[in-house]
C-alpha cells in the first residue's frame, strides 16, 4: 500500500510531464466502465462534462 502512494503520483507526474491529460484519461475511463455496467446516462453525463472542461481536446475514446 505504501509503495502504490509513491508510485501513483509519480506516474501521474511522468505522464503530465508527456504531454498526457491524466484528468481527461480519468474521465474517459469513468464513462467506459459506466457503460460497462450499461448506465447509459451517467456514461453520457460525464462525457458531456468532459467536453464541456475540454473543448480544445482532441482524444480517442
Known sequence: MYLLGIALPIL???AEKKGHNFSEKL???KAKFFLLFKDDQDAVDEL???VTKYP???TRA
Open 48 to 50: 458531456i462534462n468532459l
Open 12 to 14: 501521474v507526474l511522468v
Open 56 to 58: 480544445e481536446s482532441y
Open 27 to 29: 474521465s474517459e475511463y
